[in-house]
């Protein structure tokens, strides 16, 4: 790789160009995080809005992970989840 060059003159020392590529991912990760931390708060205002309002967070959650999900494989999971219950006398 070209970027290989920038660590072959010895493993203790960075060139000043990878230092300063090291410097720019860090400081992007940085911001990402700090962007991170916003979004989550943000998050959790709405979740206490809506427990304000009566609804149930946990199922909320639930409601959220399970709209992520392909159509055909909750399907599936849903089914192989009856076939389970069934078995064991659940429903």
């Known amino acids: 790789m070209a970027d290989d060059a920038a660590f072959d003159a010895s493993p203790d020392i960075l060139t ?18 700090e962007d991170k931390a916003a979004v989550m708060a943000d ?14 967070v946990k ?10 999900q392909d159509k055909a494989k909750r399907q599936e999971e849903d089914a192989i989840l009856d076939l ?8």
Do not use: N, P
Not at 84 to 91: D, P
């Open 16 to 33: 000043s160009a990878a230092q300063g590529r090291l410097r720019s991912i860090i400081e992007r990760i940085e911001r990402l995080e």
């Open 43 to 56: 998050m959790k205002e709405v979740f206490a809005e809506a427990k304000g309002e009566g609804y149930d």
């Open 59 to 68: 199922i909320l959650r639930k409601v959220i992970r399970i709209r992520k």
């Open 84 to 91: 389970y219950l069934s078995a064991l006398g659940e429903i």
